[in-house]
């Protein structure tokens, strides 16, 4: 999970210029995330590890810090 929790990070530094990030920082209080840049990222998370993230597991806890979404990433390659 490690590697997906990565590149995670990266796509958020490139995107946001977001230093600093730790995989348990809060992405919605800390401002990284909003509407727009949510359909981005589900986007960026299907083409890059190959999933369907299905519209019910688009939730603020399931993209509330990066470990979270790294969680995501994994229930989606393994249900």
């Known amino acids: 999970m490690a590697m997906i929790e990565s590149k995670i990070k990266d796509f ?5 210029r977001a ?3 730790e ?3 809060d992405l ?3 401002g990284y995330i909003d509407s727009l840049f949510a359909f ?3 986007v960026y998370l299907e083409e890059t590890f190959g999933v369907r993230i299905p519209d019910k597991a ?3 806890d399931n993209f509330r810090t990066i470990g979270a979404i790294a969680a995501l990433i994994e229930a989606q390659r393994h249900g």
């Open 12 to 16: 958020f530094i490139e995107k946001r």
């Open 19 to 21: 230093t600093g990030l």
């Open 23 to 25: 995989n348990d920082t």
């Open 28 to 30: 919605f209080k800390g």
């Open 40 to 42: 981005e990222m589900v």
């Open 58 to 60: 688009i939730t603020e």
